[in-house]
């Protein structure tokens, strides 16, 4: 496997993980409890808001940075 093949599956993976949490955080408190209450991962809503917008600056940099990187590679 090359190089351009491994950052395009990591693309695709982080553009899948980038819109599963999206989907996941909701403005609305009570349909975030709904989603999480099965998996315990946090112990309030606050909480889990808090870790998922964290997670999603963190993907959406990411993102950034592969794009940016991609570019980089096509152009030389």
Known sequence: MNFTNIFSIFSIILNILLILVILIRSPNEQSLQ?????FKLFESSSKAEKSIDKL???L???Y???AILYNIRRYF
């Open 56 to 58: 999603i600056q963190v």
């Open 34 to 38: 709904e989603n999480l209450d099965p």
């Open 60 to 62: 959406t940099v990411l």
């Open 64 to 66: 950034f940075i592969i």
